[in-house]
Nanobody, 126 residues
């Protein structure tokens, strides 16, 4: 059974930083595409970032470019989302997702991902 678990969420003031982690059990990220998505109340799920785990190439959503970075540790079967200069509009539940897909230009299409974590809450507020 595939299980993804996110961690690292919390509350932070604007301009602050958080690092989210995602680990998988029953599944290896190596060779896969892993994405981070977020969803705020009343809004659609939005692709934040994705990584081609094999070689580390990353994709970033326009709203987070220059502030967020995604990385992976193949030895630990984990991926990370480093979030800097956080803004109130970054407040959302953040989800890790993966599946037998190629990242590519459609990396931010949520329906392409077959496995999802339960999410971790990020709140940015003063």
């Amino acid at each position: 059974q595939v299980q993804l678990v996110e961690s690292g969420g919390g509350s932070v003031q604007p301009g602050g930083s958080l690092r989210l982690s995602c680990t998988a059990s029953g599944y290896t990220f190596n060779g896969k595409c892993v994405g981070w998505f977020r969803q705020a109340p009343g809004k659609e799920r939005e692709g934040v970032a994705a990584i081609v785990v094999l070689h580390g190439f990353t994709y970033l959503g326009d709203s987070v470019k220059g502030r967020f970075t995604m990385s992976r540790d193949n030895t630990k079967n984990m991926v990370y989302l480093q979030m800097n200069n956080l803004k109130p509009e970054d407040t959302a539940t953040y989800f890790c997702a993966t599946g037998p897909l190629i990242c590519g230009p459609a990396w931010s299409t949520a329906t392409r991902y077959g496995y999802w974590g339960q999410g971790t809450q990020v709140t940015v507020s003063s």
